[in-house]
């Protein structure tokens, strides 16, 4: 919180914070999103200096949310606050506003959260991203403004440096792991689920011409469970185990031909089970 406005109210995240992001003719754009987010040290609860990303839906709440401003006639230049005060003459908005506000808003949502689950919530997340392998465990250390790993070293030794190549690996791993961040879809998720339904579909025997008429992209869980269960229930149908009776005088025949023997009935006859796959 203290990086959004200060205890005093006369510093906090800035324009020029957000080195991607570009202001011209009342119109808020990004070169490059997820767009990356500098930290500077004296807005670091640690001290430290460092940056992180701002996902996809987070670019467009702030694109809205400085339109919204540029319409009502604000000038934003690089020194412009981030998040700006509605009544109070300080340039800032102070951190402990910023938490009123924050847990009126988790109040109003029926919790009785700290605001500062929220950065627990993105830790745990970044986690959770890092066990399915779309997050590097010193990428998320650094992230998270934690100081002490390899990361952050080699960016305090390099004096607020690092290779273009690296921070692209991490924009990267940071959009991977938007997921689990978001309370949105991205087109890339999108596209990922559809290439997963129609895995799916295939897996459970969907014909060229079924595929064809099904649409991945629009087919509900509802719609993808309900295919399953038919296909399954066809499946099992087309291969349940098929029982005749013979008379015993047939007994070496069936044997041979890969008939499984199972019971002898009253009247003399053999029962005799084909097999899923005949011998």
């Given at each position: 919180m203290e990086t959004l406005g200060n205890y005093k109210g006369d510093d906090g995240l800035r324009i020029s914070d957000f080195p991607e992001m570009k202001i011209e003719n009342g119109e808020v754009t990004f070169k490059k999103i997820p767009t990356m987010l500098n930290v500077r040290s004296d807005l670091s609860k640690a001290g430290n200096k460092y940056f992180s990303f701002l996902s996809e839906e987070g670019?467009?709440?702030l694109k809205?949310?400085?339109?919204?401003?540029?319409r009502n006639d604000e000038k934003l230049d690089k020194d412009t606050d981030i998040i700006t005060p509605k009544w109070a003459s300080k340039q800032f908005v102070r951190t402990i506003n910023i938490g009123d506000s924050i847990r009126n808003s988790?109040?109003?949502?029926?919790?009785?959260?700290?605001?500062?689950?929220?950065?627990?919530?993105?830790?745990?997340q970044l986690l959770l991203a890092e066990s399915k392998g779309k997050m590097n465990a010193s990428y998320r250390k650094f992230l998270l403004g934690h100081t002490g790993n390899d990361i952050e070293a080699r960016y305090t030794t390099n004096k607020g440096r690092l290779n273009k190549e690296l921070i692209e690996d991490m924009r990267e791993n940071y959009k991977k792991s938007q997921v689990y961040l978001q309370?949105?879809?991205t087109e890339d998720e999108e596209?990922?689920?559809?290439?997963?339904?129609?895995r799916v579909l295939q897996i459970f025997g969907a014909t060229p011409e079924e595929m064809e008429a099904l649409d991945p992209t629009e087919m509900d869980e509802k719609d993808l469970v309900d295919f399953m269960r038919k296909k399954l229930i066809k499946s099992l149908n087309e291969n349940k185990p098929k029982i005749i009776s013979v008379e015993l005088s047939e007994f070496d025949d069936y044997v041979n031909k890969g008939y499984d023997y199972v019971d002898q009935l009253s009247n003399g006859k053999v029962v005799f089970r084909l097999p899923l796959q005949p011998r």
């Open positions: 670019c467009e709440y809205a949310y400085l339109e919204e401003r540029l988790i109040r109003g949502a029926g919790y009785k959260w700290r605001p500062y689950v929220l950065r627990a919530y993105f830790d745990t309370t949105i879809q596209e990922e689920l559809a290439i997963f339904t129609k």
